[in-house]
């Protein structure tokens, strides 16, 4: 059992690792555009 598990994940391993890469740049991605959202919004009520 384990033995067949190993080696199904095996095949699947890189795929769901770009995928789970590709997810976390966008998660990235969207944390940074929110932070600079955030300080501009923040310097232009200040201002």
């Not at 995928?19 to 919004?41: C, E, G, H, Q």
């Amino acid at each position: 059992m384990k033995i067949s598990l190993e080696n199904s994940s095996v095949g699947n391993l890189c795929f769901s690792q770009s995928k789970s890469k590709a997810k976390i740049r966008a998660l990235v991605n969207k944390k940074i555009l929110f932070v600079r959202f955030t300080s501009y919004w923040e310097k232009f009520n200040n201002d």
